[in-house]
Each structure stands twice: as structure tokens, then as C-alpha cells.
């Protein structure tokens, strides 16, 4: 096995900008595969020929050229999708130069909260170095999502195997309903809600007559001409409105959105979307969540739930776990998955709700399986691929076998051995800590009287550092101590206070 | 002894001088102006070892790792009174104890984070709640985390959840000097923030360096640069030491005039006439300067520094300083780049808390490696993961699993023993707590955790968390709701 994953490493620079078509076939064999979620055999065998899944199960046959994999003892599994995602869009977060599509409330350019023409599309960098290390964390597309403001714009599907052009694009339009809308406009929920059905009826004004729109004969749109342009795909039901939203009654508002305008919504966020549970279902909404996510962090949606992903699949929503627009948090995803595992969402699902629910909800055709005649996106894991034990051996994207290599495995490399000692300056002696009594010095006893008094010359407290203790506005004093050391010196008031 | 440490003698005149008569003017009492706050009591460390009033508990027939390198099959533990009094295979159950069948669960040591802002930056998050960082000017080292905490964060149920027992709450990064530190104990129900304190923790301080607060301060009259945030720092340490010697020098002279003020007593009890010998004024107090008193603390080695820091280049810079200056650094907190330094930690014995695969959110945390953990640990550099989140917090064992994972992938053996000390015992000694908690062992405090499973699997869900021997959570029947979170009940 170690002989196949080392045979990997040494191909991979050679095939991993091969194209597709001329992609030597790959063989999987011998390992657990996970054709689709709930369905498994043991010992199977996947074979990849032109970038698809041209053979999956016990007795495939494995075609001479193939390179094979050993499978033994491995876990293999479509590879992971994010639906949303700020991989190839937010490269690091504190800098503007590498961080696209996050919107403050306003657009800057155009003084308003709608982005509706913005495209991931364009923004997405497929140098982004997050883009190899989720790939090393066996994600193979990401949806990259913008956010921000009451309208964010048009997601788009990547995949995660260097390419700058999408799989798909767009494949939604993001919107923010709750505080997160509402903070666009002034902090009205209401007026979010309202201003989105407005932009939704002009999108639909737009389209029954671009004619008129271009003479200028229609009415004032508070959208700009692009926008409205945008917003058809979401009327035409191709690609959905994905609402960033959290409480309670901004998805029951996103609710309504969706029957008035027929248009297709799925809920992001949704920290409170368990409450919702049954009209969700009813309305075939799905839910892109983080089941980590259990904080009261909002206070327009406190109503958290650790099992919300548990709750929301029982009633019969689909659940896409997802990380919520992480970048260098994107390898997380399964580990998100196995914590709703633990609490009560079953192993199926959730790998499900980080494959085939996602690539279903964005229109992926032929991703997110290992079913014959799929697009080759696999990944042979360590293991079981939620547990935190696990990594990704190989990982597959269009049926080409893709580096593992990345920024961190190179640091790893580089810093694998201690540098030499001479390349750190030794710093100096540390010096003796600066005296600082923590106590004052002894001070004079508080009963005299029953202390023989001291001999002449006392001991005047004086410290290694310190200047002369004696303070400078007073002379220095007459002899403290008492005349006579023989003569028992009679009881003194007791000093009305002590220091510690 | 106070001559023994003398440097110069003073001239002592041969006769003393007839004390002058007639004068009025009284003592003057420095404690009526003297501002005492610095000088809180410490409880000693073993006050967190004794609840007379916890019960007695016994888990049986489990898998106990105690984070001493010694794993018990099958294993029993008893705690009574607050502390651990006996574990082993072969352990007798005292009479009378509340005994809970351990078996196919996994005993381990309470979590420990090093790490946190819960209560200082509580949930909801709102403007209103945000006590975590005093981001008016660079250095703040008087305030304190232990101010700023509410114990009624929904949080800290949640963390108590994820099985941590103990956490170092801090005061955030926005400053150089951000303030105190607060070690806790989580025990949900607590209504201040006396009752959250871990009896007798040490106090830790929290430095900044790097990005924060230049991003803060660079148009607020700065520092706006890393050239001149190591040079407040020394600037704020060299007046700290000022002041430290200042303090010193107020303490002689009051020493010295207790002395001639008991002599002058003992003059007046002579005299026939009964009147009162004009006394010598009182040296006057240094005024307490809170921040000052902090960083002297530093000096003095009493105050823990905990620093937070990415980079190695500023690590060293911040060792530097340290030496300069004449203190040490317990630990460095996040340092994304401490594996490439790591001699330089294991030689200065500097503790690093990190994460398990965090990286690339600002530039100074883009070379962060998974492996960071591993590599520190391998070099002799005691390692913590730390959360630095609420939500991170919950789950710690399974970060130390991933960081161990990682460690294994690299050929850097890390066994379990070792990924359960990175949040047990390694955090506990971070913050001076370690010589009562973060180990099973008898005589320890009775932080506990019971584990359905492994806590290395993702699948595990801590079941019943002890928190100085008593119970503090039960899986079976759910966290405690925080005031805040109670509602109408009346759920979806």
C-alpha cells in the first residue's frame, strides 16, 4: 500500500495537468467504497477511465493500462463538497488584497445593499492557497459563496483541482435576511424582508419587458440593470435563493418569499431552523448548516439546537453540513460531519449532507457519487473518513489523481529537521530579576516590651539596590533605638497599624 | 537580616536628641491612605482540593488514562471530598459511595484550557457584552479578566459539556498589555466570579505582539509598527521596574520610621509630664499604580506571563525582552510558527499552546502546519491545545486527536497518553494549576471526565463531567440552561 500511495506522489506531477481525456485510468481495488450514501460494498474495486466512474463494485475489471491503488483496508468515498464555502474567494481573511466577494453593508461603488450581479465566478482564485490544502483534506469542489449586505450575489461551483474555470456558475444567489440583512438597512428586519420582495417584483417587472427597460420606459427599479439581470436564473427556478438567515421568523419570512415569487429557496445558517422543522420539510427546503454551531450568539436567534442537523433529517429536511464560508477551516467539513453523527444523525447522512445533498441542491450533475457514469471525483481515505484519525491517501478529481502537496506540507518539509542551531542568535544571559521585594523589609517589632531591646547600632534597613532608605525630606534620624539595652524598656502604645 | 542585605550604613549620631515637647502633631497612619487592593490574599493552591460537602464517587470497571503515561484497564477511581483518593485496577469502593459502572466508557482527567475569552466575550454577542479587551490605549496590565467575566454566559455550560473542568479566561489581543488573566473552574451555577475562581491559581498576565495592536493602535497614536511595540514593551517594563524600586525604597523609610516612632514611645512612656514627643511625619506612600503593580508582579516572578504571539521571529523578539528585562514567559499562546524555533522553546523552557489545524486567517498565521503540536512535543517543548473559542472549547479532545493524527501521518509517534496531556496536565501546569489538577492520580482534585468511548473519536460525547468532585454535567440529562437562555419552554 505504502509502495502505491509513494508510486502516487511520484505521478502526480506528471498526470495531475494531463488532461482528462488522455488521463491514464485509475483502478481502486480491494477497498470499502461508498458508491452512494447508504450504499456500500466491502472489498470493491472503482475503475476511472476519461475522467468517469466507468466500473464500481466487487468483480469490476480492472483495465490493463490502469494504474491501480490499493485499496486495502481504506475507506473510499466521493469526494467532499462544501455548498458554501469561502475557499478561492477569502485566501486570508484580514487581507483586502486576497479577500473577494465579502461585502460591508453598502457597496461602496454603487451606495446600495444589493450585489446582485456579483459572480464568484470572477472572483474566485484557483492559486489560493487554501484551494491545495482543503484538496489535501479530500474536498474536491467548493461552492464559492459571496456574502454580505442584503444581496450578495451569484455563488459558483469549483473544483478544487487547480482549474480557474467552475463546474458550473452560477449555481445560486445568495441573499441575508435577519440581522445580517436587516444591519444593510438601518437595522429594520422588516424593511429587509420587504426590500427583497420589492427587488424580487422588479427582476420580475425587468423580464416581462427588457424593451421598455432599456427606452426607459418602466417604472423606477431600485436595482441596477445587471442586478436585475442576475435575479432571472432565481425566477426561472435553474439555480436557488440561498437565504443567510437565522431566527425563527426571518425563515418563516424567507417561507413566504419563496411561495409568493415560485422561486427555489435552501436556508443558510439556520440557527434556528429546527423550529421550522416541518414547514421546511413541506416546502422541500434544504438546510445548509454547521452542527457545531450551538451558541446563543445572536439575539434575533438564541434558540440553538446541538442537534438541529439530528431534528431537521428526522422531519424530513435536507441537510447540507457545510462550514459556512470557512476557507482555512475548509478540511473541517468532516469532522463537522462526524460531530452530527454524534449526536444522533446517522453515518449515511451525513456523509450525504457533505456530498450528494450539496451537489443536488447546486444542479452538480453526475458529482457527489460513485455511481457508474459519475464524474470521477473520489477520494480513498485512511479510514473512516468522519473520524478525526482519518486522512485522505488519494484524492481524485475528474479522474485525475491529484497532488497532496501544499504550503504546509512544504513548510513541514523544509522544518521536518531542527535548523541548525548556529541559524538562531542566541539571546543573552538572563540577567538577575530586578529587585523588587515582594515585602517590606522586617519591620520594628509591634511589642517592644516584651523584646530585649536591640544593641546600639541597629541594623538600618537597607537593600542591595535602593538608594538610601532614609527619606530625603526628613534629617537623618537620632539613634531608634533605646538608651539603655540593659534597662527592660516599659510597654509602648501598640503601632496603630501594621504593614503586611 | 535587613543589615545583612545592607549596602551603606547609615551615621547613627552618638546621643540621641532630646525629643522635642509641646507638639500635637500625631502620627500619621500610612494604612488610612494606603491602597491595600494589590494586596489580596492568596488562597493556597490546596483549597481546590477539599469540598466537604462533595460526595463520594466511585466509577467502576473503566478505561482510565491518566495523563501520567499510565492507562488502567478496567479500572476503578474514587473521589471523595473534593479530591481523588485512590485509582487503580484493584481499588476498593468505600461504603457509602454513589458508584457509576464505568464499563466500555474511558476515564480521563478534566480538560484543561489554556486559552478562552468565554465570560469576557460572552454569548449573545452584542457591543453590550464585549468586556474583553480595553482597547484605549497599549498597555492596560490593571485590568482584569476576573472583573469582566459573567458567569452567566450560555458558554460555559456548553464548554462543561465538552468535559473541561478548568480554563485560563484572558483578557484579548488588541493590547500589548491586555491585563490579568482569571483561572476558573467551570462549574455551571456559579453567580461571581469569586465563586468561578480556581482556589489559589496563580496570576497570569496576557501580552500581545504582531499584528493586533499595531491593527488597533496604528491610528491611535500607536504602536503602528512592530519597531515600536517592542520598544513599549520595554518602555512599559523599565517604568514598572522604576516603580518597583520606588516602592522598595518607600517600604525602607516606612520600616525605618516604625523603628524611631516605637523608640519615641518608649521615650514618651518616661517622661513624668505626660505630653507627647513631636513625631517625625511619615514618608509619604508611593500611590499604587495598578498597571504597575502588574508588571512588577512580572518582575517578581509572581505573575504568570502568558503571551500571545504567531510568528518565531516575534517569539524570540519577545524573549529577548524577557531576558532583557529579567522575567520569564510561561507559555506562548497561539505561536503558528513555534516549530520553527523550537530549540530556542526547549532550551528557554517556555510552554506553547496552539491549535490543531488553525492557519492563514491573518498573515502572521499563514505558515501554520498541523504538525506544530507534534514537533514541539517531540523537542521537549510542553505543548497545550488551546480553543481560543467558544465552540472550539467543546470539543478539545477531539482537536488533540487531529493534532495527534497529524503527528502520527508526520512519523512523529504521539500515543494517546501524550494527545490527552496537550488539554490535561500541560495546560494545568501553563497556568501553575498542575500541582493539584490535570492528572488521575490520589491526592489530585476530582476534576474528572467519564467518555462514552474514546475521547479520540469524533463520536464520543463526554457523559458525566466532575468539577472538584462534584457533578457538574450529565449527558443523560442535559446541560444547565444559564439564566439567560431560560425561556417560555414552550420549544418548537
Excluded at chain 2, 451555577?189 to 493586533?212: D, I, Y
Amino acid at each position: 500500500m505504502k509502495v502505491a500511495a509513494v508510486f502516487v506522489a511520484l505521478v502526480v506531477s506528471v498526470v495531475a495537468f494531463a488532461s482528462v481525456a488522455h488521463a491514464q485510468p485509475v483502478a481502486i481495488v480491494g477497498a470499502k467504497i461508498h458508491i452512494k450514501p447508504g450504499q456500500v460494498i466491502e472489498n470493491g474495486t472503482l475503475v476511472i477511465e476519461r475522467g468517469r466512474i466507468t466500473a464500481v463494485g466487487a468483480g469490476a475489471r480492472v483495465p490493463g493500462n490502469a494504474k491501480t491503488i490499493d485499496g486495502t483496508g481504506k475507506v473510499v468515498t466521493a469526494g467532499l463538497v462544501d455548498g458554501f464555502s469561502g475557499v478561492g474567494l477569502v485566501g486570508i481573511d484580514l487581507e483586502p488584497q486576497v479577500v473577494d466577494g465579502r461585502f460591508g453593508a453598502m457597496d461602496t461603488v454603487h451606495s446600495d445593499p444589493v450585489h446582485a450581479s456579483y459572480q464568484a465566478r470572477d472572483g474566485f482564485d484557483a492559486r489560493d492557497v487554501n484551494v491545495a490544502i482543503a484538496r489535501a483534506g479530500g474536498l474536491t469542489i467548493v461552492i464559492a459563496a459571496p456574502a454580505g449586505g442584503l444581496v450578495a450575489g451569484q455563488s459558483a461551483a469549483f473544483a478544487l483541482d487547480g482549474s480557474a474555470d467552475p463546474v458550473r456558475a452560477p449555481v445560486a444567489m445568495h441573499v441575508a435576511l435577519g440581522a445580517s440583512g436587516a444591519g444593510a438597512l438601518g437595522g429594520s428586519r422588516g424593511k429587509s424582508i420587504e426590500l427583497l420582495r420589492e427587488l424580487l417584483d422588479d427582476a420580475r417587472t425587468f423580464r416581462r419587458d427588457r424593451a421598455a427597460y432599456e427606452k426607459n420606459a418602466k417604472r423606477r427599479m431600485i436595482a441596477d440593470r445587471l442586478d436585475l439581470e442576475a435575479l432571472q436564473p432565481v425566477l426561472a427556478r435553474t439555480v436557488p435563493l440561498v437565504v443567510d438567515v437565522n431566527g425563527e421568523s426571518d425563515i418563516r419570512a424567507a417561507l413566504r418569499i419563496a411561495k409568493q415569487f415560485n422561486v427555489r429557496i435552501a436556508i443558510a445558517g439556520g440557527a434556528e431552523a429546527w423550529r421550522v422543522a416541518k414547514e421546511l420539510a413541506a416546502a422541500r427546503v434544504p438546510v445548509l448548516l454547521d452542527p457545531t454551531a450551538n451558541l446563543p450568539s445572536a439575539l434575533d436567534a438564541s434558540e440553538v439546537s446541538d442537534e438541529a442537523a439530528t431534528i431537521l433529517n428526522k422531519a424530513g429536511v435536507q441537510v447540507a453540513i457545510s462550514t459556512l464560508g470557512a476557507s482555512w477551516g475548509a478540511r473541517t467539513l468532516r469532522q463537522l460531519a462526524g460531530n452530527a453523527v454524534a449526536r444522533g444523525l446517522p453515518w449515511d447522512k451525513a456523509l450525504a449532507s457533505i456530498t450528494t445533498v450539496p451537489a443536488t441542491l447546486y444542479g452538480l450533475k453526475g458529482r457527489g457519487t460513485l455511481e457508474r457514469g459519475a464524474v470521477a471525483d473520489v477520494v480513498v481515505w485512511s479510514g473512516d473518513p468522519l473520524e478525526l484519525s482519518t486522512a485522505a491517501d488519494a484524492v481524485i478529481i475528474a479522474g485525475v489523481v491529484q497532488s497532496l502537496d501544499n504550503h504546509q506540507t512544504k513548510l513541514l518539509q523544509r522544518y521536518r529537521r531542527v535548523p541548525p542551531a548556529t541559524a538562531i542568535s542566541p539571546s543573552p544571559a538572563p540577567r538577575t530579576p530586578a529587585p523588587a521585594p515582594s515585602k517590606p523589609p522586617a519591620p520594628a517589632p509591634s511589642a517592644p516590651s516584651t523584646t530585649p531591646a536591640p544593641a546600639p547600632k541597629p541594623p538600618v534597613p537597607a537593600p542591595t539596590t535602593t538608594p538610601v532608605p532614609a527619606p530625603t525630606t526628613a534629617p537623618v534620624p537620632t539613634s531608634p533605638t533605646p538608651a539603655s539595652p540593659t534597662t527592660p524598656t516599659p510597654p509602648a502604645p501598640p503601632p496603630p497599624g501594621t504593614k503586611p | 537580616m535587613v543589615a545583612a542585605c545592607g549596602s551603606r550604613t547609615v551615621k547613627v549620631t552618638a546621643k540621641p536628641e532630646e525629643p522635642k515637647l509641646d507638639v500635637t502633631a500625631p502620627w500619621i497612619d500610612p494604612d488610612t491612605f494606603w491602597i491595600r487592593g494589590t494586596a489580596v490574599q492568596q488562597r493556597p493552591l490546596s483549597d481546590a482540593l477539599v469540598d466537604t460537602d462533595a460526595p463520594v464517587i466511585a466509577i467502576r470497571n473503566a478505561t482510565i488514562l491518566t495523563a501520567t503515561g499510565k492507562r488502567i484497564d478496567n479500572g476503578t477511581i474514587v473521589l471523595e471530598r473534593g479530591s481523588i483518593t485512590a485509582v487503580g485496577a484493584d481499588v476498593a469502593v468505600p461504603a457509602g459511595a454513589t458508584v457509576i459502572d464505568g464499563s466500555g466508557k474511558f476515564v480521563t482527567p478534566g480538560i484543561i484550557d489554556a486559552h478562552s475569552h468565554m465570560g469576557v466575550y460572552p454569548a449573545p454577542n452584542a457591543k453590550a457584552h464585549g468586556d474583553g479587551n480595553e482597547a484605549v490605549g497599549p498597555v492596560t496590565a490593571h485590568a482584569r479578566a476576573e472583573y469582566g467575566f459573567w458567569p452567566q454566559d450560555p458558554q460555559l455550560a456548553r464548554a462543561v459539556a465538552g468535559g473541561v473542568t478548568a480554563a485560563l479566561i484572558l483578557p484579548g489581543s488588541a493590547n500589548l498589555v491586555g491585563g490579568r488573566g482569571f483561572t476558573v473552574t467551570l462549574r455551571p451555577g456559579t453567580r461571581t466570579s469569586a465563586e468561578a475562581a480556581f482556589p489559589g491559581a496563580p496570576s497570569t498576565v496576557k501580552m500581545a505582539c504582531g499584528e493586533n495592536p499595531k491593527r488597533v493602535y496604528g491610528e491611535k497614536g500607536g504602536p503602528q509598527t512592530r519597531m515600536a511595540e517592542y520598544a513599549a514593551f520595554r518602555a512599559a517594563f523599565s517604568e514598572a521596574a522604576a516603580y518597583a524600586a520606588k516602592k522598595s525604597a518607600y517600604d525602607n523609610a516606612w520600616a525605618l520610621w516604625q523603628i524611631k516612632r516605637t523608640r519615641a514611645a518608649q521615650l514618651e512612656s518616661k517622661r513624668k509630664d505626660g505630653k507627647r514627643i513631636a513625631g517625625e511625619t511619615a514618608p509619604e506612600p508611593v500611590p499604587v499604580d495598578l498597571r504597575y503593580e502588574t508588571l512588577a508582579g512580572v518582575l517578581r516572578g509572581d505573575v504568570l506571563v502568558q503571551v500571545h504571539c504567531y510568528r518565531a521571529d516575534e517569539m524570540a523578539q519577545m524573549i529577548a525582552i524577557a531576558d532583557e528585562m529579567g522575567f520569564r514567559i510561561r507559555s506562548f499562546h497561539h505561536a503558528l510558527e513555534a516549530y520553527k524555533i523550537r530549540d530556542l522553546l526547549a532550551q528557554k523552557n517556555i510552554a506553547i499552546n496552539t491549535w490543531a489545524d488553525w492557519y492563514g486567517f491573518k498573515l502572521e498565521a499563514y505558515d501554520g502546519i498541523p504538525e506544530n503540536a507534534a514537533l514541539l512535543t517531540q523537542m521537549g517543548v510542553r505543548t497545550t491545545i488551546h480553543s481560543d473559542s467558544a465552540i472550539g472549547i467543546q470539543r478539545l479532545n477531539q482537536e488533540a486527536a487531529k493534532a495527534q493524527a497529524a503527528g502520527n501521518r508526520a512519523g512523529i509517534k504521539i500515543d494517546d497518553d501524550t494527545a490527552l496531556r496537550w488539554i490535561t496536565v500541560n495546560p494545568a501546569r501553563v497556568l501553575g494549576i498542575d500541582a493539584v489538577t490535570g492528572t488521575l492520580a490520589p491526592g489530585k482534585r476530582a476534576d474528572v471526565v467519564m467518555w462514552s468511548a474514546s475521547p479520540l473519536s469524533v463520536y464520543t460525547r463526554a457523559e458525566i463531567v466532575i468539577v472538584g468532585g462534584r457533578v457538574a454535567y450529565e449527558l443523560a440529562k442535559g446541560m444547565r440552561a444559564s439564566d439567560y437562555e431560560l425561556d417560555d419552554g414552550r420549544g418548537p
